[in-house]
């Protein structure tokens, strides 16, 4: 059924079957080569397609090489963010500018091997709405990548109620369908990957192995690295505001039966532990009080921006062919 609809809307739409959605920030390196094998695995397919590259930001000589790409080949248009606005709002832009039936979002310094492209395009012929693509291996990755993404997909796992495939990036394909489902939510602390979870479809795997970056290092130092995690768990859970009452009822019990144990000594030895006893408890207390109400001020924070209703981002320039 899936199949016949496709074939439907392949007659009727005007855009491309085909949208490569690429997130850009200080790939000038790289930008070169990730178009070329990009262009070699889709031409193969034989069907129309666009690259839709958003440049995040980028200070180096990235948008240069794009605006060449782009006069070479009007299938390639180019989103310019007016500044830096973090992968995940890259890729929703991208989501919002492409035009194709389905939609493949893949890193642009070739850690994800465009190679792969084909076998999803083949799950999603086969009726598949999202096929992800599942990390089998990781090579050229620092320990402690892989230690804190480990980490990670299993707290996620843990403290979430969405489904969020392990070792999965934001390399994948959405239909059409879902792309509609995910431009329609503009929240602004956005986990795409949770949320290409979270609007359901019928969902897919597909091995592979994640490459070393073809140049330059990772944009992910430790504290956005952090900060996505945090605005991963906050997105999809309340589980950290509701530990506070689990807390609350634990320290509650034990302090009732250390008011037990105060009476009984008291009464048994006449004397009660002293002082650096009710010192430590004070600022345990206190330490457990501060990070609850660091918790409720983030996602106090989170509420502040949704109602603040900025734009995701602000876009400089379009470069694309006028029809
Ligand atoms: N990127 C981006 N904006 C940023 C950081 C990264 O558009 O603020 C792009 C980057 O160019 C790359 C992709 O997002 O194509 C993934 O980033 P990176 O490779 O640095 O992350 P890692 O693979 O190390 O997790
Ligand atoms: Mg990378």
């Known amino acids: 059924m899936t199949a016949q609809r496709r074939e439907l809307t392949h007659e009727t739409t005007e855009g491309p079957v085909f949208s490569i959605v690429a997130p850009v920030y200080n790939e000038e390196e790289t930008i070169a080569h990730f178009y ?78 465009p190679e792969v492209i084909p076998a999803m395009i083949e799950r999603w012929r086969a009726g598949a709405e999202v096929v992800y693509a599942q990390r089998a291996k990781r090579v050229g990755e620092t320990r402690f990548k892989l230690l804190t993404a480990s980490i990670f997909y299993r707290l996620i796992a843990r403290l979430t109620a969405v489904d969020i495939p392990r070792d999965t990036g934001d390399f994948r394909l959405l239909d059409r369908s879902v792309v509609d489902s995910l431009v329609a939510m503009r929240e602004h602390h956005r986990f795409m990957r949770g949320l290409s979870a979270w609007v359901g479809f019928r969902q897919e ?11 330059g290092t990772t944009k992910y130092p430790f504290h956005k690295m952090l900060r996505f995690s945090v605005d991963a768990i906050t997105s999809f859970s309340h589980v950290p505001l509701q530990l506070a009452t689990t807390f609350g009822f634990v320290l509650a ?47 106090l924070g989170r509420i502040y921006d949704e109602v603040r209703a900025r734009p995701l981002y602000i876009v400089r320039k379009v470069l694309e062919e006028t029809k």
């Open 36 to 113: 070329q094998r990009v262009v070699d695995v889709m031409e193969s397919l034989g069907e129309s397609f666009e690259i839709v590259l958003i440049n995040d930001g980028s200070r180096d000589g990235s948008n240069r090489v794009m605006a060449e790409i782009h006069e070479r080949d009007p299938r390639v248009r180019v989103v310019e963010f007016s500044r830096n606005f973090g992968h995940q709002i890259a890729i929703s832009a991208g989501l919002d500018y492409a035009r194709g039936q389905c939609v493949i979002i893949i890193d642009s310094d070739l850690q994800d091997p």
């Open 205 to 215: 795997a597909v091995l592979y192995d994640r490459r070393e970056r073809f140049a």
């Open 253 to 299: 019990g034990i302090s009732l039966l250390g008011i037990l144990v105060a009476v009984i000594l008291r009464i048994m030895h006449g004397a009660i532990v002293g002082q650096a006893t009710t010192l430590i408890l004070v600022l345990f207390m206190g330490g457990i009080q501060l990070i609850f109400l660091g918790v409720i001020g983030e996602y």
